[in-house]
C-alpha cells in the first residue's frame, strides 16, 4: 500500500501549467499575475486637489490665525477674492495670481501657481470671497503629479495575485490587459450504470449522479476553469470517445466511480492504450483504491475517483486540488494546517492516514482552536451530509488510532462558515 505522501509526490510531479496568456483586467481576478507590469505614465498623471476646497499660493495664507492690523491699526480679516472654479475632469487651463483663489473639487486639476488646497473648514465658505481662519503649507491637500507611482514604476509584480486592489492600480495606470497565469481547464465526469442526471426521478436501483457536480464545484473552489461532462456510459467504445475528447481540450481530467467494481475493469479497457495508468491502493481513508496517470498525446494528468461521493470529494481535496494551484503557480498548493484540541475521542483506521469531516471553533476566552468530528467509523464514511457541515479536515497520522479528548491534532481549514 503506497503512502500518501508518495501518491502526492506522484501526481504533483505531472501538474503543467497552461501557458500565459493576455486578458483583459476585468477578468483577471484571482489570476497569477505572470509579468511586471512597467507604469509608462504617472500616477496622477498631474497636481491635482486631494479634497473639495480653495487653491492657494501657501505664502498668500501664511498670516490666518494670527492678528493682522491695517494701515490704521485696525483688526482684520484676511480675506481672499474667489475668481474661479474648477471641476474634477476639467481640462480648462486657469493660472492663479498672487493674493487670488480658486474653488477646487476633489481631483480637480490644480491652477499654475497654486501650491496647496484650503479645506472649506478653514474659511468661512464664501462663494465670491472667502475669509480665511487657519493656513496651509505648501503642498498641502495636493496630490503631486506622480506621488503614487512614477514611470518605470512596476504597478504589479510576477508572482502577485490580482485581487481587487491590483485591478484598479492597472486601470488607474491606463494598462487594460495583463499577462496571466490561466485557471487549468478540468473536465468532470461520472460513469456508473445506476447513475441518472437531478432532472430525473430515480427507479428502483438508481440513484442522482453527485459526483459531477459535487467534484465540479471543488474545482472551481480550487480555481480551475472546469467543463462537467456528467454521467457517461461505463461501455468501453462510449466512454473512450468522451475521454479522447476531453484529453485535447482538458489540463486535468477526473472520473469518478471509476474505482472498485465492475465499472473499473470497464473504465481500464476503455482507456487502455491512452497512456500511463494506474489503480493503486493509498494508505488514507476515505478514498484508498484510487487511479491516477497521465493519458493521451499531451499526457493530461487524469484522476479515477471512488464512486462514494464522500471519498470521491476526498479524493480530490488530497490529490487533485494541490494539482490544480500547482498549475495556478500558487507557491503554496496545500491547505493551511492549524493545531486544535479535540471536544471528543476519536477513532481512526490503523495504518492509514485519516481525513476525518470536521468543525473547526475557536474558544473566545483563550483564543484556542477546537475541533469537533463529524461522524465517525467506517460505518459513516458515505455521509454526504456531515461532509456539508465540515469546515475542516482532521489528519490522523497511520499510528495513531485513539485520540484522546484534549489531545492537540492538524486540521487542514477548508473553508470559513457563515
Same mark, same amino acid.
Given at each position: 500500500m503506497r503512502s500518501v505522501e508518495?501518491?502526492?509526490?506522484?501526481?504533483?510531479?505531472?501538474?503543467v501549467a497552461p501557458r500565459p496568456v493576455r486578458v483583459a483586467i476585468s477578468e483577471a481576478q484571482g489570476l497569477l499575475c505572470a509579468e511586471d507590469v512597467v507604469t509608462e505614465r504617472p500616477l496622477p498623471g498631474f497636481d491635482q486637489a486631494a479634497i473639495d476646497g480653495y487653491a492657494v499660493r501657501s505664502v498668500d495664507v501664511a498670516a490666518a490665525g494670527s492678528e493682522i492690523r491695517n494701515e490704521e491699526g485696525?483688526?482684520?480679516?484676511?480675506?481672499?477674492?474667489?475668481?474661479?472654479?474648477?471641476s474634477a475632469g476639467s481640462r480648462q487651463p486657469i493660472r492663479l495670481q498672487p493674493r487670488q483663489t480658486v474653488r477646487v473639487d476633489t481631483g480637480a486639476p490644480l491652477p499654475t501657481l497654486a501650491d496647496a488646497v484650503l479645506p472649506v473648514d478653514f474659511t468661512d465658505g464664501?462663494?465670491?470671497?472667502?475669509?480665511?481662519?487657519? #493656513?496651509?503649507?505648501?503642498?498641502? *491637500?495636493?496630490r503631486r503629479i506622480g506621488d503614487d507611482v512614477q514611470p518605470g514604476d512596476i504597478a504589479v509584480r510576477a508572482g502577485t495575485i490580482i485581487g481587487p486592489a491590483q485591478v484598479g492600480l492597472l486601470a488607474a495606470v491606463g494598462q487594460d490587459k495583463v499577462l496571466v497565469h490561466p485557471r487549468p481547464r478540468l473536465s468532470v465526469i461520472s460513469v456508473g450504470g445506476e447513475l441518472i442526471?437531478?432532472?430525473?426521478? #430515480? /427507479? #428502483?436501483?438508481?440513484? *442522482?449522479?453527485?459526483? +459531477? *457536480?459535487? $467534484?465540479?464545484?471543488?474545482?472551481?473552489?480550487? /480555481?480551475?476553469?472546469?467543463?462537467?461532462?456528467?454521467?457517461?456510459?461505463?461501455? #468501453?467504445?462510449?466512454?473512450r470517445d468522451v475521454v479522447e475528447g476531453q $484529453?485535447?481540450? +482538458?489540463?486535468?481530467?477526473v472520473i469518478?466511480?471509476?474505482?472498485g467494481g465492475w465499472a473499473s475493469e470497464q473504465v481500464k479497457e476503455a482507456l487502455e492504450g491512452l497512456g500511463e495508468l494506474e489503480i493503486a491502493r493509498v494508505a488514507m481513508h476515505p478514498g484508498s483504491v484510487q487511479g491516477f496517470g497521465r493519458l493521451g498525446r499531451d499526457e493530461v494528468p487524469t484522476f479515477l475517483l471512488p464512486s462514494n461521493p464522500v471519498g470521491a470529494l476526498v479524493v480530490f481535496e488530497v490529490m487533485v486540488r494541490p494539482l490544480i494551484r500547482i498549475a495556478l503557480g500558487r507557491r503554496h498548493p496545500m491547505r493551511r494546517i492549524i493545531p486544535a484540541r479535540t471536544i471528543t475521542p476519536i477513532s481512526s483506521m490503523a495504518g492509514r492516514k485519516g481525513y476525518l469531516r470536521a468543525q473547526l471553533m475557536r474558544d473566545e476566552t483563550t483564543g484556542e482552536y477546537l475541533v469537533q468530528p463529524l461522524g465517525a467509523g467506517?460505518?459513516?464514511a458515505h455521509l454526504l451530509a456531515t461532509l456539508a457541515e465540515a469546515n475542516s479536515l482532521i489528519l490522523i497520522d497511520p499510528d495513531d488510532t485513539e485520540i484522546r479528548t484534549g489531545d492537540e491534532v492538524r486540521v487542514a481549514f477548508l473553508s470559513q462558515r457563515g
Amino acid at each position: 500500500m503506497r503512502s500518501v505522501e508518495d501518491q502526492q509526490i506522484k501526481v504533483t510531479a505531472a501538474a503543467v501549467a497552461p501557458r500565459p496568456v493576455r486578458v483583459a483586467i476585468s477578468e483577471a481576478q484571482g489570476l497569477l499575475c505572470a509579468e511586471d507590469v512597467v507604469t509608462e505614465r504617472p500616477l496622477p498623471g498631474f497636481d491635482q486637489a486631494a479634497i473639495d476646497g480653495y487653491a492657494v499660493r501657501s505664502v498668500d495664507v501664511a498670516a490666518a490665525g494670527s492678528e493682522i492690523r491695517n494701515e490704521e491699526g485696525e483688526l482684520v480679516d484676511l480675506t481672499l477674492p474667489v475668481v474661479g472654479e474648477v471641476s474634477a475632469g476639467s481640462r480648462q487651463p486657469i493660472r492663479l495670481q498672487p493674493r487670488q483663489t480658486v474653488r477646487v473639487d476633489t481631483g480637480a486639476p490644480l491652477p499654475t501657481l497654486a501650491d496647496a488646497v484650503l479645506p472649506v473648514d478653514f474659511t468661512d465658505g464664501g462663494r465670491a470671497r472667502i475669509k480665511v481662519y487657519e #493656513p496651509v503649507r505648501s503642498g498641502d *491637500y495636493v496630490r503631486r503629479i506622480g506621488d503614487d507611482v512614477q514611470p518605470g514604476d512596476i504597478a504589479v509584480r510576477a508572482g502577485t495575485i490580482i485581487g481587487p486592489a491590483q485591478v484598479g492600480l492597472l486601470a488607474a495606470v491606463g494598462q487594460d490587459k495583463v499577462l496571466v497565469h490561466p485557471r487549468p481547464r478540468l473536465s468532470v465526469i461520472s460513469v456508473g450504470g445506476e447513475l441518472i442526471d437531478i432532472d430525473r426521478t #430515480p /427507479g #428502483p436501483g438508481q440513484v *442522482y449522479d453527485v459526483n +459531477s *457536480y459535487a $467534484l465540479a464545484a471543488a474545482a472551481r473552489d480550487a /480555481g480551475a476553469d472546469v467543463n462537467r461532462v456528467g454521467i457517461v456510459s461505463a461501455d #468501453p467504445r462510449r466512454l473512450r470517445d468522451v475521454v479522447e475528447g476531453q $484529453l485535447v481540450r +482538458s489540463e486535468v481530467v477526473v472520473i469518478a466511480g471509476a474505482v472498485g467494481g465492475w465499472a473499473s475493469e470497464q473504465v481500464k479497457e476503455a482507456l487502455e492504450g491512452l497512456g500511463e495508468l494506474e489503480i493503486a491502493r493509498v494508505a488514507m481513508h476515505p478514498g484508498s483504491v484510487q487511479g491516477f496517470g497521465r493519458l493521451g498525446r499531451d499526457e493530461v494528468p487524469t484522476f479515477l475517483l471512488p464512486s462514494n461521493p464522500v471519498g470521491a470529494l476526498v479524493v480530490f481535496e488530497v490529490m487533485v486540488r494541490p494539482l490544480i494551484r500547482i498549475a495556478l503557480g500558487r507557491r503554496h498548493p496545500m491547505r493551511r494546517i492549524i493545531p486544535a484540541r479535540t471536544i471528543t475521542p476519536i477513532s481512526s483506521m490503523a495504518g492509514r492516514k485519516g481525513y476525518l469531516r470536521a468543525q473547526l471553533m475557536r474558544d473566545e476566552t483563550t483564543g484556542e482552536y477546537l475541533v469537533q468530528p463529524l461522524g465517525a467509523g467506517a460505518s459513516s464514511a458515505h455521509l454526504l451530509a456531515t461532509l456539508a457541515e465540515a469546515n475542516s479536515l482532521i489528519l490522523i497520522d497511520p499510528d495513531d488510532t485513539e485520540i484522546r479528548t484534549g489531545d492537540e491534532v492538524r486540521v487542514a481549514f477548508l473553508s470559513q462558515r457563515g
